[in-house]
């Protein structure tokens, strides 16, 4: 081709070629005009120079073809005379005259199929799924559409794209082209492509003329065109294809490039944390020893690389072929951030290189956006953070979040939050310039958890963000910042399972306050930490609630002093000191009514409800202190107070026989326990629910469900004496339901957790309700072992709902047993307990107890009476004891007691008809 390729001035005109031709050809112009069927005459003016551009190449190509002139030739007498090269006409030929004169050097063309892939490397792992996408996409044929791979710097689009390639290569016969879009101009890139095929382009020295005959050339092709790198939409407009076989596939870091819009996208993110690709690439590059051997390291490397493919791939060549390199070595050198992204370069990799072509693109007040972002140390942040941290309007904000997720530099998360790659996070640090950030950072998380302190939920949100800012206090020396910043967040992590890193950064604060003379601080960061320890090292706990309670008198601040008697009330208790904890809590409210602590008091009476209830029996008085808090959380909006007081009162509810306003209760605080995140209640309402699904209808299958989700998130939640509390509830149900082993299996383990958390409520359900397992099976010696154990415990602890929980399976135990006096016994102390405590639904087991009792002892008259009460009772509170205390009645009309008390009553009956479930 160097002839085609000659310059114009050095070219030679058609007057000086074509009577070279008729020359060696032997021939005259009359030959050469009868052999082409062209006339004599302008073969003549040919000759001559009168026509020196002959207007229809075919004429051209007849005498090209009747001299028998090769391709080169044939191109050379095409190009004096500014026609399109063969090549070019064979595409633009649609006439089938024209394509049989253009058909001799078709088929003296080799057929060319170019394959311009770069190497597959030998260590790619994972992509499974888009690769499998891709290759359906591809394979099928015609290709009305561009496919779309996007994703940050490193992330391995490249790499994709090309063991994609050598996978699909045999289903395109014209071969696959490779074009690095970002390093060559549209023409040259053009010229490359026509070069692909033979096809010299150069004379068209105009954008869009080459681009046509490009587009041409490509459009009857099957072949797969990869432009890699993409920038802009106008940098590959002119190099797509038309619709048809050639299909096109681009990787861009880009997310909305207009000439993508609407085309199939497969976004590429780092390896997922879960999969095994992290581990297949160390194990493809190091060995599979080395990767056994090294497995936690390993794993703890790629969980600080975030899992980018192309930091993966650097680390693990370094570990694997520099001298002297080991996993342990590179991640101590890791796990020092300020060189983080320096360790993470090989040869001509380099993650922070490719990094900076994104950070390139945007502009100074866009890059000095994106730095700020390094602040967040979270696994993503809001709007409104990024609005004050940054020190711009909401509007600007949100441009330039989404001009970095274009670039894929910020990734949108759920909640319409928003995510920085550990790698982009690191990176952006090291462009932090404006000093003031930190500064704003602080203030606005502090001031975030002042406001918050009650939304757990949004708490949960921003718990590394927050901590990230409490850190940058201590560091930046905002010392009292740090330190009330860390008091409002402690309850917050101690009541969602977070007790190691709450006394972490408590110790510090603990530090900082001593050392700052901050005697109110220092009082409630004593009590916080007593908190902590008083379900591990009581003494410890004791003497930190201790220290409290004197710093905060020497504070002379009341508000700090009622919060640390508050707390102190709260450790006593905890080991069952109610008249201490009575007396704390007494003067705890006073003082929170006097400074007006209306949170406070609000949480106060509650605890001073709670011990009402549990340890004096008194449920109206319960009732009326949570009522009582209950208007002062609705006045101060205080929600996780809220949620808490409408919990306790549904429960309170639930043993006064209020059934609907118990549910009604419950409605409500769950629904605002799950608008603040607070997991905690949503766990115990499950209880709470499962008890009126019981209560109301005997579906005990509902009741079982709602408990087996409690379980789950409890466990999940991680706090002991919440397994507890709905394992018990879960074992007496699923006895109820026959399975009696793994009841047991339940409730041993909730007897174990609230031994543990000292929860002897929780216990004395457990030890009840094992005895009613252990019956079950006949195990009788056992099960009154358990009764008794239970019913110990009960009477110590002044609980009323348990104690009459136990006496009355305990009575259904003895009664059944034929054993009357003391069925009648059992049933009379719970009947006079539940009496004076107005527990109606306990009224009327008793009730019904002793009408069983009476029946058996042959008194016929005064066992219907027992039982008409009992029926009545239970109907006006809508129990559905009240039927089965009905078919009882009914059953005893039609028999008569004779030696044994219940010939006559059905079996199942008998084993059925009072089965006591309680809360």
């Not at 190099?239 to 861009?252: D, F, N, Q, R």
């Not at 910020?410 to 982009?424: A, E, F, I, S, T």
């Amino acid at each position: 081709m160097a002839t085609y390729q000659r310059e114009i001035n050095q070219a030679y005109s058609l007057a000086e070629l074509l009577p070279q031709h008729l020359a060696q050809a032997g021939w005259s112009e009359r030959q050469l005009a009868n052999r082409a069927d062209i006339p004599r005459g302008t073969i003549r003016n040919w000759c001559k120079g009168v026509v020196r551009r002959p207007r229809d190449w075919q004429q051209l190509i007849r005498a090209a073809s009747a001299l028998r002139l090769n391709t080169e030739q044939a191109n050379e007498l095409l190009q004096v005379t500014d026609h399109a090269s063969l090549n070019e006409l064979q595409i633009l030929a649609h006439q089938e005259a024209d394509k049989q004169l253009l058909l001799p050097w078709l088929e003296e063309s080799p057929a060319v199929v170019p394959f311009q892939v770069i190497p597959d490397l030998p260590y790619f792992v994972g992509r499974e799924e888009e690769i499998a996408s891709l290759k359906q996409q591809l394979v099928h044929g015609g290709h009305s559409n561009l496919y779309v791979i996007n994703g940050m710097a490193g992330v391995g689009k490249t790499t994709l794209v090309a063991h994609l390639a050598y996978e699909v290569r045999e289903h395109f016969s014209d071969g696959v082209l490779w074009v690095r879009v970002d390093i060559s101009n549209t023409m040259s890139l053009l010229k490359l492509l026509a070069d692909s095929y033979g096809q010299d382009v150069s004379r068209y020295t105009d954008l869009h003329s080459r681009s046509q005959v490009v587009r041409s050339l490509l459009a009857h092709k099957n072949a797969l065109l990869i432009l890699d790198n993409v920038e802009s939409s106008s940098q590959i407009e002119p190099l797509l294809p038309p619709t048809g076989s050639c299909a096109t596939l681009i990787t861009t870091r880009h997310t909305n490039l207009r000439i993508t819009r609407g085309h199939p996208h497969i976004r590429l993110t780092p390896f997922e944390k879960t999969s095994q690709s992290s581990t297949d690439l160390f194990t493809r590059i190091l060995g599979a020893e080395i990767v056994k051997t090294e497995q936690k390291t390993l794993a703890a490397i790629a969980d600080l690389l975030g899992h980018l493919p192309l930091a993966l791939a650097i680390v693990a060549g370094r570990i694997a072929y520099e001298p002297h390199a080991n996993p342990s070595d590179y991640l101590a050198q890791l796990q020092e951030e300020k060189g983080r992204l320096n360790a993470l370069t090989h040869e001509d990799q380099s993650v922070q290189a490719s990094l900076n072509a994104s950070y390139a693109a945007l502009s100074l007040p866009e890059q000095q956006f994106f730095a700020a972002l390094g602040l967040f140390v979270g696994e993503d942040f809001s709007l409104e953070a990024t609005t004050a941290v940054t020190d711009v309007t909401t509007a600007t904000c949100r441009s330039n979040l989404s001009r970095l997720a274009s670039l894929s530099l910020v990734q949108v998360g759920k909640n319409k939050r928003y995510q920085l790659h550990p790698l982009l996070r690191e990176y952006a640090r090291l462009k932090i310039s404006d000093a003031t950030i930190d500064n704003r950072m602080i203030d606005y998380y502090a001031d975030f958890v002042a406001k918050n302190r009650d939304d757990y939920r949004v708490l949960g949100e921003e718990l590394d963000n927050i901590v990230g800012a409490l850190k940058l206090a201590f560091a930046q020396e905002k010392m009292i910042t740090g330190v009330k910043l860390t008091i409002d967040l402690s309850q917050f992590m101690l009541l969602n399972g977070l007790q190691e890193l709450a006394a972490s950064l408590l110790q510090q604060a603990e530090q900082v306050a001593l050392g700052e003379n901050a005697l109110g601080h220092l009082a409630l960061i004593k009590s916080a930490l007593g908190r902590i320890e008083a379900e591990r090292d009581l003494y410890l706990a004791q003497t930190y609630f201790k220290e409290g309670l004197t710093l905060a008198y020497d504070s002379q601040d009341e508000k700090i002093i009622a919060s640390t008697l508050k707390d102190l009330g709260m450790f006593h208790h905890g080991r069952q000191n109610y008249e201490e904890a009575e007396t704390y809590w007494q003067k705890s409210l006073l003082l929170t009514k006097q400074t007006q602590q209306f949170r406070l008091a609000g949480f106060l009476t509650n605890y001073l409800a709670s011990l009402a209830l549990n340890h004096y029996g008194d449920y109206r008085k319960a009732e009326k202190l949570n009522l009582e808090g209950l208007v002062l959380q609705r006045k101060h909006n205080n929600l996780s107070a809220l949620s808490v007081q409408l919990m306790n009162l549904s429960m309170i509810a639930f043993c006064l026989g209020h059934y609907e306003q118990s549910e009604a209760y419950i409605n409500e605080s769950d629904t605002i326990a799950q608008q603040i995140g607070y997991s905690f209640v949503n766990i115990i309402l499950t209880r709470r629910r499962a008890e009126l699904f019981i209560a109301q209808r005997g579906d005990f299958a509902r009741a079982q469900d709602s408990l087996l989700a409690g379980e789950q998130a409890a466990r999940e939640l991680g706090r002991k004496e919440v397994v507890a509390f709905i394992l018990s509830s879960l074992g007496m149900v699923t006895a109820q339901l026959g399975d009696v082993h793994q009841a047991a299996i339940y409730l041993e383990e909730a007897r174990q957790l609230s031994v543990k958390t000292r929860r002897q409520d929780i216990e004395i359900e457990c030890w009840t309700y094992l005895g009613y397992a252990a019956s079950q099976t006949k195990e009788s010696q056992t099960a009154v072992f358990y009764f008794q154990k239970a019913l110990s415990l009960a009477r110590t602890e002044r609980d009323v709902w348990y104690l009459c929980e136990v006496l009355a399976l305990y009575g259904e135990y003895q009664l059944v047993h034929g054993q009357f006096d003391s069925a009648h016994d059992l049933f009379s102390e719970m009947l006079e307990i539940s009496m004076q405590s107005e527990l109606p639904e306990m009224v009327g087991s008793a009730t019904f107890g002793l009408a069983q009792v009476s029946w058996g002892r042959g008194k016929v008259v005064e066992a219907q009476k027992y039982g008409e009460k009992s029926q009545s009772l239970l109907a006006k509170i809508g129990c559905f004891k009240a039927e089965r205390v009905a078919a009882w009645l009914q059953s005893c009309a039609d028999v008569k007691p004779v030696d044994y008390p219940f010939v006559g009553v059905p079996k199942t009956l008998l084993q059925n008809a009072d089965r006591f479930q309680h809360p």
